[in-house]
């Protein structure tokens, strides 16, 4: 079993998430675009996972590369806001490397249900343990390369095939086909730097892996063959098209508008110019069915930037109605258009595994 936070001096990973500690404990990180744009896709994925869960007086969790305890804030929020108000007791194990984080996360969360944090590789120290939802957010999976999160998923659905348990998986990573770094788009695995985070401390650059639909799907259903585990059902998810944190940072695709900070100021309630928020015009080298839905997408995107040009009404209203109004019409094409595909800041998979029988 894992270590407890507590018995480790030192990560295997030495100050690679020391600014991340600064940020996840930064209150001023959750900006109007985190809560109302990305929150609500991290929602709908949480119910999508529940939703699957045979029902029980309590749930067993298990969050892979939990950081400073994301998930376990996520989850009890379902409960907090009434989105879930049957959600029930939780058991909550985390899983990371990072000691710093696992000890905010302790401090953060240690009256919360029954929560523990543990220091492990999710590589090689997930438990034998069943678990109901094994979940994953903040992208950890894209730490690993190609052959590592196949190595890891047929471990975990080897687990869930020797417990005969029902257990849903959610794997987080980096989509592959973000405008945020369009330049990068031919390349699976590159340097990535945590730029966005709020600290005055430089974040490190290591090598992460991008994911699509077709290279996750396979990856899965590969893993799942090796552990001889059936999958029933797989669903996927896009989060943050339009509004991913490098389109402020502007470090991997230096020519995109900086989306973020201008939907920011819109749900602030001020004003911006709709020329400045048109949709890029998507490079024809790539992959035709990302061509293809970044065309319809740019299409609704700047329908919404139209109307709001041609309606006068608009015009005259002041900024503090007018700006949350045109970032509410353009809210809707993201949350209406994302496709899955592996084209926003991270893509989500929900994995369903029965094995009870």
């Known amino acids: ?133 094994y979940m994953s957010c903040g992208v950890p999976f894209s730490h690993l390369t190609a052959e590592e999160l196949r190595s890891t998923l047929i471990r975990l659905f080897s687990t869930v095939r020797r417990n005969r348990t029902r257990s849903i998986v959610v794997i987080d990573v980096l989509g592959r086909y973000s405008l945020e770094w369009a330049p990068q788009w031919k390349r699976s695995r590159w340097p990535y730097r945590m730029s966005f985070f709020r600290s005055d401390e430089r974040a490190q650059e290591v090598p992460m892996t991008f994911w699509d639909a077709h290279s996750i799907s396979t990856c899965v259903r590969s893993a799942a063959a090796a552990a001889d585990c059936r999958i029933e059902r797989q669903q996927l998810f896009d989060r943050s098209v339009m509004v991913g944190r490098h389109t402020a940072t502007g470090d991997f695709n230096p020519g995109l508008p900086p989306y973020r900070t201008l939907i920011n100021r819109l749900e602030d309630g001020e004003m911006v110019p709709t020329a400045q928020l048109r949709a890029p015009v998507v490079d024809q080298s790539a992959p035709e069915a990302i061509r293809a839905f970044f065309g319809r997408f740019a299409a609704r995107w700047n329908d919404v930037l139209d109307a709001a040009e041609a309606h006068g009404k608009v015009r005259t209203l002041p900024p503090a109605v007018a700006g949350p109004m045109l970032a509410r019409g353009l809210r809707a094409v993201e949350h209406g258009l994302a496709s899955g595909l592996g084209t926003g800041h991270s893509l989500s998979a929900v994995i369903t595994l029965d094995e009870r029988t």
Do not use: N
């Open 1 to 133: 079993m894992p270590s407890s936070v507590a018995s480790k001096s030192q990560s295997d990973r030495p100050g690679l998430y020391r600014p991340g500690v600064d940020h996840y404990a930064s209150p001023d990180r959750r900006d109007a675009v985190k809560q109302l744009w990305e929150e609500p896709v991290t929602f709908s994925i949480l119910k999508a996972a529940l939703a699957q869960v045979p029902g029980s007086m309590s749930l067993s969790v298990m969050d892979i590369g939990c950081g400073a305890g994301e998930g376990l804030h996520l989850l009890r929020a379902l409960r907090a806001t009434r989105s879930l108000p049957s959600l029930p007791r939780l058991t909550y194990r985390g899983l990371d490397l990072d000691e710093s984080l696992l000890q905010l996360a302790a401090r953060t969360h240690h009256d919360e249900d029954d929560a523990q944090f543990w220091h492990g590789d999710i590589r090689t120290d997930l438990p034998d343990t069943p678990f109901d939802i």
